[in-house]
C-alpha cells in the first residue's frame, strides 16, 4: 500500500506492441492459442507489456496507443478482419506479418485474391523460415524509440529468460523499476541505461543500495528505484 502510485503506474504502462488476434483463426485451428503464445512469451521478458489487437480493438481504440500490430501464424480471417488491418495501415501504422500464408484464406478456406498495402504506414513482410526469435527481434527493431530506457541483462544458468520487467518514468527524477523472477534458477542481474550511462538501482521496499548489478532468487521481488 505504501507504493500503491507506483505499482499503478508501472501496471498502466503503455504496449507498445500489439499481437493480432483474429476470432476465425481461433475457432477453426485447435492449436491457435498455443501457437500464438509462442510469440507472447518471448516479447514477454523485454520490458514492456504485451497486448492484443482485434478487429474491434483496431476500429475503436485509438491507434496511437501502440506502435506496432504483430499477424503471427493467423491464416483465416474474415474479409472485415482483413480490412480492419488494412485501415490501420492506410492510417499510418506498422503491420509486421510472419510469413506470406497468414491472412491469406477466408473463414471458409478459401484463398482470398487480396493482399495487404503499404498505404501511409509501413508493412513488414517477414520470410517463412524465421523462428520465433527472429521475428522478435524484428519487431523490436520496430518499435526501438518505445523501448525501455533501461536495460537489464540477465544470467541464470539456462538458455532462457526468467525475469520479467518493468519500467516507467519517476516523476520525482529517474526511473521506477519492477523486476520478478518467474524462472526456477537465481538470477544474476546487471542494470544500465540505453544511452551507456552507468545506472544506480536502489530497493524501495527495503532501502538497501543495489547499485548496477545484483541478484535474484527464483519467486524474488524487486521494486527499484534506478537513478
Partial sequence: ???????????????PVRIFYSETSAIDKNYYMTEQFDLYESLFFEGFPVGYATEKI???????????????????????EFDAIQSYLNQGGTVVIDNPT??????????RN??????????VLLDTDLTTIKIK??????????????????SNGSAYKGCTWRVVKNP???????ILNIGKNAASLEISMKNGQKANAT???????????FELKSNGVLLLEVK
Fill in 1 to 15: 500500500n505504501s507504493f500503491s502510485d507506483e505499482i499503478i503506474a508501472l501496471r498502466n504502462q503503455r504496449r
Fill in 58 to 80: 483496431i476500429k475503436k481504440q485509438d491507434n496511437n496507443n501502440w506502435d506496432v500490430i504483430v499477424v503471427y501464424k493467423t491464416e483465416l480471417v474474415t474479409d472485415a
Fill in 102 to 111: 497468414s491472412l491469406s484464406k477466408n473463414e471458409y478456406g478459401k484463398v
Fill in 114 to 123: 487480396k493482399v495487404l498495402k503499404q498505404g501511409k504506414g509501413k508493412l
Fill in 137 to 154: 527481434d524484428k519487431v523490436l527493431e520496430e518499435i526501438s524509440n518505445a523501448l525501455p530506457e533501461i536495460v537489464l541483462d540477465e
Fill in 172 to 178: 520525482k527524477g529517474g526511473f521506477l523499476m519492477n
Fill in 203 to 213: 530497493d524501495m521496499l527495503t532501502g538497501q543500495v543495489l547499485g548496477s548489478k
